[in-house]
């Protein structure tokens, strides 16, 4: 188990905990990022930060701290 | 007659299209009161009905946690109405069915127009429209809004929707509703926010969501005890 901050480019991993205040697991909640979903690390911007994400078929940049908060099982 | 439908939905779902489309010219800009978030409302006329148009900002849930949610979310429970356009982006199906299903809990009166057909067949999905219609128990009008596919077909179903009401309901696994009925009696028996759907007030409690529980005066340990 990881950060989802920590993903390599490409790799991708399964949401199994989610950290934080109740208002950023809310937020996050909305935006389908929930226990369970698959989510792939698509590309980082100049100094990681933010990170660019694919979940549920869609893309979304993370501020790097929030994508801190997120815990990953990494699949191989 | 003169009824008022709310349109809702994600960002970038093409809502701004769909309300192109239905009001024309006959529109006006403004503010929402004491923010500055644009407020658009427009007319379109369908048979002997006026649909008075109002473009609810773009959000991703019901949490009133931002400004832009906290209108949509007032304007739906307050203003009450008659018919919520619930834009659904097809591409992005389950992201967006998210709010389907807020809005199905706060009980507005949903017809879906599920946009961007094209596109979610270009990324290879076979939606079966019939089939989502069904499971949600309302209309879902398949549209492609920039070629104005679909768009008189909404009006039907708006129109439909105005005359007959319908009233959704989504149901969760049998531990989950033990837990929400016993929390919608107490809402019941202490007559809490009882301008609100007890069941929405019941599961927005159960989720811990602040705003609800500051205007109902709770702290989450009442509600803990309700369900322990």
């Known amino acids: ?76 | 007659m003169r009824k008022v439908v709310a349109l809702a939905g994600n960002p970038n779902v093409g809502k701004s299209v769909i309300f192109n489309a239905l009001t024309g010219a006959r529109q006006k800009v403004g503010n929402w009161p004491g923010v500055t978030v644009e407020k658009k409302e427009g007319i379109c006329k369908y048979k002997d009905i006026e649909f008075y148009i109002v473009d609810l900002p773009g959000i991703y849930g019901f949490t009133a946690n931002s400004i832009d949610e906290k209108i949509a979310r007032d304007y739906i429970l307050h203003e009450k109405p008659d018919v919520v356009v619930n834009i659904v982006d097809a591409s992005n199906i389950e992201r967006n069915l998210y709010l389907t299903m807020q809005l199905i809990e706060m009980e507005a009166n949903v017809v879906v127009a599920l946009n961007k057909m094209d596109l979610a067949k270009l990324k290879g999905y076979k939606i079966d429209v019939r089939k989502l219609s069904k499971e949600l128990g309302l209309s879902v009008i398949p549209m492609i809004a920039v070629k104005n596919e679909g768009i008189e077909e909404l009006k039907v179903a708006i129109y439909y929707a105005t005359k007959h009401r319908v009233k959704p309901f989504l149901r969760y696994n049998d531990g989950v509703e033990r837990i929400i009925s016993a929390v919608q009696e107490k809402v019941i028996e202490h007559n809490i926010l009882s301008n609100y759907p007890p069941r929405f007030v019941a599961i927005k409690l159960l989720e811990g969501d602040e705003e609800i529980l500051k205007m109902a005066n709770f702290n989450e340990e009442v509600i803990k005890q309700w369900i322990s």
């Open chain 1, 1 to 76: 188990m990881m950060k989802l901050s920590e993903l390599k480019q490409g790799e991708r991993g399964t949401v199994v905990d989610i950290k934080g205040s109740s208002e950023m697991k809310r937020k996050l909640l909305n935006m389908g990022i929930v226990k369970g979903a698959e989510i792939k690390m698509v590309r980082n911007a100049p100094l990681k930060d933010p990170i660019e994400f694919e979940i549920r078929g869609y893309h979304i940049s993370l501020r790097k701290n929030e994508a801190e908060n997120i815990i990953v099982e990494v699949r191989k």
